[in-house]
């Protein structure tokens, strides 16, 4: 088994969602000790952002592209290629500002190719990276599950789903800016939930 921790924390350190991936990890490689594990973490591996440079390398024929272009297509390239060799992917989200991190947007930018990680079809797109089990850790600061404030969780599911990720499940960490008490709650929930999806 080979797993595929993403990290999207702006943080290195002290991270929640980085907290619950990292015990997702342990849980799974608890059940399959032979499993190897890629970690990315954003904060001390930032992915470039998608700005026109990267664009114009990404829609230049590959034997057309300049020096710098064919290495900014390759650093999309090894992204791509770690979601593909991965059977499970776990990945830590904050919420910031109502939404994902701008890390994790880079790295969904990286990851998402026409032609290789989904395909356009006459009855819609079709994702291709599938046969894979993810699992989402999600921390938030105040409370929006099930509320119109989150928007974060939509955006998750549906890039997931489009690039063919479908068997997805989620554990949360809410209140996490409310306080202590909250705090521990929100911990102690978030662990019940890994335990209950990864007997």
């Known amino acids: 088994m080979n797993i595929l921790q993403i990290n999207s924390s702006a943080r290195s350190s002290g991270s929640e969602s980085t907290r619950l991936a990292d ?3 342990a849980k799974i490689r608890a059940a399959n000790p032979q499993a190897q594990v890629q970690r990315r973490d954003l904060a001390s591996d930032p992915h470039p952002v998608l700005d026109e440079a ?24 090894a992204l791509i290629a770690q979601a593909q060799a991965a ?13 994902i991190t701008t890390q994790l947007k880079s790295w969904f ?3 998402a190719r026409a032609g290789v990680t ?13 046969g894979k089990k993810v699992y ?12 119109p404030t989150d928007t974060q969780l939509a955006h998750i599911k549906m890039f997931l789903n489009f690039v ?8 949360f960490a809410e209140g996490m800016g409310m306080g202590p008490e909250a705090v521990a709650k929100a911990q102690a929930q978030a662990e019940a939930e890994i335990n209950a999806i990864l007997v």
Not at 87 to 99: C, E, Q, R, S
């Open 23 to 25: 015990a997702l990890v």
């Open 54 to 77: 990267a664009l114009g390398a990404l829609f230049t024929p590959a034997d057309q592209r300049s020096a710098e272009q064919a290495a900014r297509v390759a650093l999309d390239d």
């Open 87 to 99: 059977d499970v992917i776990v990945i830590g989200a904050p919420t910031y500002n109502f939404g």
């Open 109 to 111: 930018d990286a990851i």
């Open 118 to 130: 989904f395909k356009y079809t006459a009855t819609g797109p079709v994702g291709l990276l599938t």
């Open 136 to 147: 989402v850790a999600l921390s938030r600061g105040g409370l929006h599950r099930d509320a």
């Open 164 to 171: 063919g990720l479908s068997d997805v499940q989620y554990v």
